[in-house]
């Protein structure tokens, strides 16, 4: 049997040769394609990884200062604690065994993955939003900037909102200006149960509530708002010296910057215990104590504290902040009780 001898031309072989190189690059092609997507996918996976565990590591950071300033508060309220700093001097003390000042200051807390600034307010530094009388409502809204009718809104519907009746102020209002808003509601006619609750209330902004830019002399800014002014839990109009930051010294209190700063400085030494002790060691405020002498308290025993922690890494980037009202009692099982709290502020 004759077997048919087959031959082909270069040409033919050269088009053949193409068409499997062809395939062999669409096929390492498909591939790195594959090879890439994977990568891509498992470098996503590992900055969620890592970018998860940053997260909780601050969390945890941050709620490691809440549970620092608690303790911090119980040594402050605790009479044994209290006798024990008495009898020592200033310079005795080490800086971790002073008292901590509770005017919203910022005290470091360092960890090994980075560190937390607490700050710790007294809500007695702060002016009770349900009992502040209308005059001093009105000074306080106009030393933030409000003027005229603006003001005038802001202070009239916040003092609707609180009366129990229904009959609204000349710039106020009640029921039948929230219910033909886009989103009706009720006017409260009622003390408020949160600060927050200051948002619903005609002419009240976030930016107001959050905070008004300051420009300082230094050039730094620095924000003062409705919710760091105002406070559901302290015990009226008047401020504790001790407690109050310096900025709600200057909007409520109306005193010059400088003698805030002198204020500040001089109750790092020691909290004042009276008025005569304040202008003994602040002499610079006699001319404005016949104004604002009457808004003034002195180290008062009110239980509740607003507490602020940041957390930020190591290297910086991420941060993270909790904040939390707490009441200190010492009779209470933990010796403390949480009253409000908000897992993240920043």
């Known amino acids: 049997m004759n077997r048919k ?25 498909g591939l790195s394609v594959i090879v890439l997507e994977f990568c891509f996918g498992m470098r996503t996976e590992v900055h969620i990884t890592k970018h998860y565990k940053e997260e909780l590591q601050l969390y945890e950071m941050a709620k490691g200062g809440v549970c620092r300033a608690i303790v911090e508060l119980i040594y402050k309220q605790d009479p044994r604690i209290q ?7 200033s310079e005795e003390l080490k800086p971790e065994e002073k008292e901590w000042i509770t005017d919203g200051r910022p005290y470091l807390l360092s ?21 502040v009388s209308e ?37 106020g209002a009640e029921n039948d200006y929230y219910r033909s808003l886009p989103e009706p509601y009720e006017c409260k006619n009622g003390p408020l149960d949160s600060l927050e609750e200051l948002l619903l209330v005609r002419g009240i902004t976030p930016q107001l509530f959050d905070g ?37 010294m200057r909007i409520v209190l109306g005193i010059p910057k400088e003698m805030v700063q002198l204020v500040s400085k001089a109750r790092e030494e020691k909290p004042f215990e009276n008025q005569m002790d304040l202008l003994r060691r602040v002499p610079e405020l006699s001319p404005f104590m016949g104004e604002m002498g009457r ?6 025993r009110s239980p509740y504290f607003t507490i602020e922690s940041k957390a930020t ?3 910086g980037g991420y941060a993270r902040g909790l904040k939390t009202i707490v009441r200190i009692d010492l009779m209470d099982k933990n010796k403390y009780r949480i009253i409000q709290w908000v897992d993240s502020i920043f």
């Open 313 to 315: 890494g190591a290297e």
């Open 135 to 171: 005059s001093l409502l009105r000074k306080i809204i106009g030393n933030l900037g409000l003027e005229g009718e603006e003001r005038d809104i802001v202070v009239d519907s916040i003092m609707d909102w609180r009366d129990p009746d229904d009959f609204y102020r000349l710039n």
């Open 295 to 300: 808004y003034i308290i002195y180290r008062t």
């Open 83 to 89: 006798q024990k700093r008495k009898t020592l001097d």
């Open 111 to 131: 960890f090994d993955q980075g560190r937390c600034e607490i700050k710790v307010m007294g809500e007695d530094g702060k002016v009770n939003i349900n009992t």
């Open 212 to 248: 008004i830019k300051m420009k300082e002399e230094e050039d730094k800014e620095e924000r003062i708002g409705l919710k760091h002014i105002f406070s559901i839990y302290a015990s009226g109009e008047q401020l504790d010296i001790n407690s109050a930051s310096p900025l709600v």
């Open 5 to 29: 001898e087959i031959h082909h031309s270069p040409f033919e072989l050269m088009n053949q040769r193409g068409i499997a190189l062809l395939m062999v690059l669409w096929i390492i092609a």
